[in-house]
């Protein structure tokens, strides 16, 4: 899946549980957040999909940077837009923010070793738990493979912005 997908499930995942599941302010909250970003990851890269014509156009490996970035660059102001509170809902704002991490958190050691080109164990061996959840259904196109990420990105946005519309 794309960055923006995990992101924002992840971020409609922490308004969700803030709204619905959690009963106190409290840190356990936060960390339970994080676990459902985490959950909420592993699932979504069950769905069959498709992102390396778009993070690599004609197989060239040195746009994926700068279209990362942008997409990294876009989602963040789609998130804010759509789902950031005023500042007197800080706590929602920080399951966003948990919610957020813990969709991302299982790709971290992936980025670590391509980015830093570290050879650790450790690491590979965590990032074999994300990979295990990868299905093996990758489709051949970029039109189906990219189709549903498109579809749950503009859920969760929707989804965001109708709890910061509903709550305010």
């Known amino acids: 899946m794309i960055a923006s997908t995990h992101l924002t499930v992840g971020a409609a995942v922490g308004v969700l549980s803030y709204r619905y599941v959690l009963k106190t302010d409290s840190i356990w909250g936060i960390g339970w957040v994080v676990a459902a970003g985490i959950v909420s990851h ?26 990362l970035s942008l997409e990294l660059g876009l989602t963040f102001l789609a998130i804010y837009f759509c789902g950031a509170k005023s500042w007197s809902a800080n706590y929602q704002n920080t399951c966003l923010m948990a919610g957020m991490m813990g969709g991302a958190l299982p790709d971290m050691p992936h980025v670590v070793i391509n980015t830093l080109k570290v050879n650790w164990q450790w690491l590979q061996t965590i990032d074999q738990v994300n990979v295990f959840f990868h299905t093996s259904a990758h489709v051949n196109s970029l039109w189906w ?24």
């Open 42 to 67: 592993f699932l979504l890269d069950m769905i069959p999909h498709s992102e390396e014509e778009l993070y690599r156009p004609s197989g060239a490996e040195q746009w994926m940077p700068i279209i």
């Open 145 to 168: 493979g990219f189709t549903p990420q498109v579809l749950i990105t503009a859920l969760s946005l929707t989804v965001l912005c109708f709890f910061k519309i509903g709550l305010i």
